[in-house]
């Protein structure tokens, strides 16, 4: 089945640094990814869409340029956090989508981020 | 943005008992997916419904997504401790691929 790669699955850092989070599809080109934030005993959030090629679409309320988000190629999408203070501290995951018409996403393991 | 409301948010029963979890929202979704996640991991996908009114089982847990596509059920008969995990219900805005999740289900079966 489809895999979803994701790496670093825990980071922990110090306040100012930036963070990159990559997510990969292993066995299947995703010509979109997603990229959620989940806080302690929430739910997924969507943060971004990344369309592989073009600039990522972010949500309501997300700030772009503290999450960046490239997706250079059909397998991998990488969100970086820039200059992250604890607030940040969440459990990060991503998702790639094999195209509309139902099918399902498959989402990577999540990467827990905890700023010092 | 579509809401999905599920409930109840918290359940904790005795191995054997039967449940439901139920998903709902006054948007339509073009379908509607259940996931089961464990902690520090990312979703595991369940199931996908896209029909209107359509049930599917897998083993001991059947889904159904309400005649209008605007809610859906999980019942699992019979728990089990190794049912115990997060189930969210997410749906997909028509034509987009995003998903939109519920606040989830903490389910909890003890032997």
């Known amino acids: 089945g489809a895999v979803v790669s994701q790496h670093p699955s825990w980071v922990i850092c110090k306040s100012g640094t930036s963070v990159k989070i990559e997510c990969r599809s292993l066995?299947?080109?995703?010509?979109?990814m997603f990229w959620y934030r989940q806080f302690p005993k929430q739910s997924l959030m969507l943060m971004a869409t990344s369309n592989e090629g073009s600039k990522a679409t972010y949500e309501q309320g997300v700030e772009k340029d503290k999450f960046l988000i490239n997706h250079a190629s059909l397998t991998l999408s990488t969100l970086t956090v820039t200059s992250a203070h604890p607030e940040d501290s969440s459990f990060y995951i991503c998702?790639?989508?094999?195209?509309?018409?139902?099918?399902?996403?498959?989402f990577g393991d999540g990467t827990r981020l905890s700023i010092l | 943005t579509q809401l999905l409301e599920q409930s109840p948010q918290f359940l904790s029963i005795q191995e054997g008992e039967n449940l439901t979890v139920y998903c709902n929202s006054s948007s339509v979704f073009s379908s509607l997916q259940w996931y089961r996640q464990e902690p520090g991991e990312g979703p595991v996908l369940l199931v996908t419904v896209v029909t209107g009114g359509e049930v599917k089982k897998l083993k001991r847990l059947t889904f159904q997504f309400g005649d209008a596509r605007k809610d859906s059920s999980l019942h699992i008969t019979a728990a089990q401790p190794g049912d115990t995990g997060l189930y969210l219900c997410a749906g997909e805005e028509g034509g987009s691929e995003k998903l939109v999740f519920g606040k989830g289900t903490k389910l909890t079966v003890n032997p």
């Open positions: 998702s790639a989508g094999q195209g509309a018409g139902n099918q399902p996403q498959h």
């Open positions: 066995d299947f080109q995703a010509t979109t």
